[in-house]
């Protein structure tokens, strides 16, 4: 690929030029969405939900099979007072996570109902086609400068600064 600032030929995606030092992203891979809260509060549900519930199962199951015999060890109680603990702290954070999802999702609708407030772009535009980019700067650096037996010309002339 060719370097968008400075035009040099033969660069390494994912890497810095080796004229100018710029970053070169690599363009031709697919942009990463990135993950939105409600993703985050729907995993962060779905978990907590399989952990009462796996919690709880355990817990009965212990009890009834386990406990209560003459010979119970105490360590069957204990873990089966874990799973409880455990389940009631999950329940205290699924709560938590409910509470907080309708809090978020208020104050979503508030920042959109606001008159004044910034619109994000992503409703208004579509997405950038990274694919077939070709930033100005190259084509005019390395396209104008071509000499008659396709060599570029020893002093490359920065015209397309001026020319604005
Ligand atoms: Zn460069």
Not at 49 to 54: D, G
Not at 140 to 154: K, P
Request: hydrophobic share 40%; charged share 20%; glycine share 4%.
């Amino acid at each position: 690929m060719f370097c968008p600032k400075c035009g040099q030929p033969d660069q390494t995606p994912e890497s810095y030029c080796r004229q100018c030092g710029i970053f070169l992203p690599d363009l031709s891979k697919p942009v990463k969405s990135p993950t939105t809260p409600e993703v985050h509060f729907k995993a962060n549900i779905v978990l907590t939900v399989m952990t009462i519930v796996t919690c709880i199962t355990l817990a009965i199951l212990l009890w009834s099979m386990l406990a209560l015999g003459p010979d119970t060890h105490p360590l069957i109680y204990v873990t089966a007072g874990l799973m409880m603990a455990m389940s009631i702290w999950h329940v205290q954070t699924l709560w938590r996570t409910l509470l907080l999802r309708k809090h978020f999702k208020r104050t979503t609708i508030k920042r959109e109902l606001e008159p004044g407030a910034a619109q994000s772009t992503d409703k208004l535009l579509d997405p950038a086609d990274l694919e077939n980019i070709v930033p100005a700067s190259v084509t005019e650096r390395t396209t104008r400068h071509l000499t008659a037996d396709g060599r570029r010309s020893a002093e490359p002339e920065h015209q397309a600064d001026r020319a604005v």
